[in-house]
């Protein structure tokens, strides 16, 4: 009897041994640290051009750092800078943004030069989207060529993996978001061994990627808001109105894409669409004020240190008017992520409800409001929850945050995502 319960009983999957770990360390340390480096020059180069461009160049045309003028001009000029790196420079700077996610392909080397231009110039122009996308699409293809060509008896879909855990770990500071995500990633596939020994490598990688970046350039993430004491029913109330309100609110950007994506591919040429979307850009930023422009990391931390110096009709303002820009840029073709400006969406909505609501905690507000945001874009679940809470340095939202993303993601999961497959038709 014992003998047979035995044999009935499922069996784990086997352990790797030491030996087997061993050999993956060094490959994971070098693409964590180079992965990391690329991550900080392409994002450190467009922080100097934009100091650049929205400062000394200004003040010595005579004309307002942000007035409607200024950015009506950087906007355009942005989108025919980006335009003509895709047109002309070699590779035209990777394929349709619109179509890729954070499983970035291996693209050819000759792709890559353009795409990190095209990236920075982004970056430093104006558009509301972030490096990620397109800076793991660089070091994954980097990885994949010198990794196949140095060492050519490890097995090709190690470089990828290693890579993508590599640029998540430098862009969130941290490898627990890029163990999150590989492990989300693993989920959906056949996997051999225990999920801990597939880690070991991809975590090894973005340990060295956000001990790299933190130590080159020391990013927070931490918005520096009020603390929240012990949760309330009310708290939780809120966090579920939040969260599900910021997903439904995100979800009409995601139906909303394929159709503005449509629109912009009408015009053909990246010279006519990259300009246009400038010029739409443009009119987003002079109706919602420069804190809707670029990425908006930088502009959350300005947010989150008055959260009392804005109406609930500005916040109201600033979380569509940005929306609308991240759908914008994203349609035209500009090169970047989805990420880094749904966290200022989510943040300005969350700050919103407070104004509206001065019982809602603003830290409440805030981490519930970026996690029913990203949930709708990303469709990732544990980036969106880790993403809210290090934002907010108060661990009794955690609970909270998991308990309001269930109807949020009820809102979400089964439906369109914010990326289109090569027809044009929405990946589900």
Not at 18 to 36: D, E, H, K, T
Request: charged residues 10%; aromatic residues 6%; contains cysteine.
């Amino acid at each position: 009897m014992a003998e047979e319960t035995k044999r009935q009983a499922p069996r784990s999957a086997p352990t790797a041994p030491a030996r087997a770990l061993l050999p993956f360390i060094l490959p994971a340390v070098a693409v964590g640290v180079a992965a990391s480096l690329i991550f900080v020059g392409v994002s450190t180069a467009a922080e100097e051009l934009q100091k650049v461009l929205w400062g000394p160049l200004p003040d010595a045309l005579c004309v307002g750092r942000y007035s409607v003028l200024w950015m009506f001009v950087m906007l355009v000029a942005t989108g025919i800078a980006v335009g003509l790196v895709v047109w002309k420079v070699p590779g035209h700077a990777g394929p349709d943004p619109a179509t890729v996610g954070l499983d970035a392909p291996v693209l050819p080397p000759a792709v890559l030069p353009g795409l990190a231009l095209a990236t920075a110039l982004m970056l430093a122009g104006g558009p509301s989207l972030g490096p990620e996308n397109p800076i793991i699409a660089v070091n994954v293809s980097l990885a994949a060529w010198l990794g196949g060509r140095l060492l050519p008896r490890r097995p090709d879909t190690l470089w990828p993996v290693l890579a993508e855990a590599a640029t998540i770990g430098a862009l969130f500071g941290t490898p627990v978001a890029a163990a999150l995500v590989i492990s989300e990633a693993l989920a959906g596939r056949p996997m051999q061994g225990r999920l801990w020994d597939n880690l070991f490598a991809p975590l090894t990688a973005g340990a060295c990627g956000a001990l790299t970046t933190t130590l080159v350039a020391r990013p927070s993430f931490d918005l520096g808001l009020p603390p929240m004491g012990h949760p309330h029913a009310k708290d939780l109330l809120a966090a579920l109105v939040i969260a599900a309100a910021s997903a439904a609110l995100g979800m009409c950007a995601v139906y909303a894409f394929p159709y503005v994506h449509a629109a912009f591919r009408r015009l053909r040429h990246p010279m006519l669409m990259l300009p246009a979307g400038g010029v739409v850009l443009g009119a987003l930023g002079a109706l919602g004020g420069h804190l809707t422009l670029f990425k908006g990391l930088a502009e959350i931390g300005e947010l989150s240190r008055d959260p009392e110096g804005w109406t609930a009709g500005q916040f109201a303002t600033m979380t569509v008017v940005k929306l609308a820009a991240l759908l914008v840029a994203a349609s035209c073709g500009f090169r970047g992520g989805r990420i880094f400006p749904a966290v200022f969406v989510g943040t300005a909505l969350g700050l919103c409800a407070h104004a509206l609501v001065p019982a809602v905690n603003p830290s409440l507000g805030v981490a519930t409001g970026v996690l029913g945001m990203l949930l709708a874009v990303t469709r990732q679940g544990w980036v969106s929850l880790f993403t809210a809470a290090v934002l907010v340095a108060s661990p009794s939202i955690i609970a909270l945050l998991c308990i309001a993303s269930l109807p949020a993601w009820l809102l979400v999961t089964g439906r369109p995502q914010m990326q289109l497959r090569e027809d044009g038709t929405p990946v589900r």
